[in-house]
């Protein structure tokens, strides 16, 4: 299985930008596709984005298409998502998940890091 661990949120004014990232370990982390979500209160977990196992292709929900980009690096075991033009509704706590070989099952999921976005 793979631990992985969130770190790099925080409170920016709307507007700004952030970037949160996810460390892993454990199983070999180029094997793992890689996807962020969030949760904001009261709702749903959504997915955000995801990265396939040596990034060639990613894929964006529409909501932050165009601002956020995910991005890994296999030799440091980390996956990054940088979000530009943050908008007060981004604000939630950020997951990430990994899937083994591009599944479709999770072997494993972070504890999140909050996001807050200022109005």
């Known amino acids: 299985q793979v631990q992985l661990v969130e770190s790099g949120g925080g409170l920016v004014p709307a507007g700004g930008s952030l970037s949160v990232s996810c460390a892993a370990s454990?199983?070999?982390?180029?094997?793992?596709?890689m996807d962020w979500f969030r949760q904001a209160p009261g709702k749903e977990r959504e997915f955000v984005a995801s990265?396939?196992?040596?990034?060639?292709?990613?894929t964006y929900a529409d909501s932050v298409k165009g601002r956020f980009a995910i991005s890994r690096d296999n030799a440091k075991n980390t996956v990054w998502l940088q979000m530009n033009s943050l908008k007060p509704e981004d604000t939630a706590v950020y997951y990430c998940?990994?899937?083994?070989?591009?599944?479709?099952?999770?072997?494993?999921w972070g504890q999140g890091t909050q996001v807050t976005v200022s109005s």
């Open positions: 998940a990994a899937r083994w070989m591009n599944g479709v099952e999770y072997d494993g």
């Open positions: 454990g199983r070999t982390f180029s094997g793992y596709a």
């Open positions: 990265i396939t196992r040596f990034g060639s292709r990613t």
